[in-house]
């Protein structure tokens, strides 16, 4: 059985164009799925609609053996509690230290002692390469160790699932492998993840499975070698021979 399965799953903002049509995926628990494609292909959309942010307008997620129904806040609230999104911006308090940007959730919406919240923001923050910035606050920070500190934050929410949209490309690009380490890391320790990024050689470097989006829909699926060595459709060989290219 697949861990997460998308069927048909259809959507559009304000009933504009679907930005969304008939994707249909599935994944394996620990897979790390790279989305690529062009801008406005669907891709950003796609993990919004996973956790709601855009509602579906037709389809069905799955995950595990559970099936989220988008219009139930109960049922929403459930899926949100195993996925966790980073955004391209980095979202941090501006008055509060990094601790205290990962803490505040687990403790205030997840009701959980401060504590032993405190305690594993320090770990999670000491994992992401951050050990000795528990008590700057994000101007004190460069963009690189703030986007680390958005991925700490989402950890502490004890995602199955971890969706990562952008999460580099507002970064200058000395800094952009700091935050690719922190995902080599945990994808090394088996964490599912969703990653949308334009850093074609990480993600033929990471994911195990590589899915190719166009207009919405979803146009190839495969392992990394084929999509970017053997690419099958024409749209994906188009696409490959100009990102190769560079």
């Known amino acids: 059985m697949a861990f997460l399965a998308l069927d048909g799953l259809t959507a559009s903002y304000g009933g504009k164009a679907d930005v969304l049509n008939d994707v249909t995926l599935r994944f394996a628990k620990g897979e ?3 989305l690529i ?3 406005g292909s669907g891709k950003s959309s796609l993990l919004r609609a996973l956790v709601g942010l855009l509602k579906p307008r037709a389809g ?3 995950i595990g053996d559970e099936v989220v129904d988008y219009a139930s806040r109960a049922s929403l609230r459930a899926a949100r509690d195993r996925f966790a999104i980073v955004f391209q911006q980095y979202n ?3 008055n509060m230290t990094a601790l ?3 803490a505040i959730a687990p403790t205030l919406v997840k009701k959980r002692p401060s504590a032993q919240v405190e305690e594993e923001a320090r770990a999670l923050l000491t994992k ?3 050990g ?3 008590n700057a606050y994000p101007d004190e920070l460069s963009g690189g160790q703030q986007q680390r500190v958005a991925i700490a934050r989402a950890l502490a929410l004890h995602p199955d699932i971890l969706l990562l949209d952008e999460v580099t490309s507002a970064l200058d690009p000395e800094l952009v492998n700091e935050v690719l380490d922190t995902i080599r890391a945990l994808h090394a320790e088996g964490m599912t993840m969703l990653i949308v990024s334009h850093e074609m050689a990480f993600i ?3 994911a195990t499975t590589v899915v190719f989006m166009d207009q919405g829909r979803v146009v190839e699926v495969g392992p990394p070698a084929q999509i970017f060595d053997a690419p099958q459709s024409p749209r994906l060989k188009e696409f490959t021979a100009k990102i190769l290219r560079h």
């Open 92 to 94: 941090l308090f501006q």
């Open 37 to 39: 494609g062009p801008s």
């Open 100 to 102: 205290r940007n990962v």
């Open 204 to 206: 033929r470097e990471v």
């Open 132 to 134: 000795a910035k528990f």
């Open 128 to 130: 992401v390469g951050l």
């Open 60 to 62: 069905r997620v799955t």
């Open 32 to 34: 790390v799925v790279g």
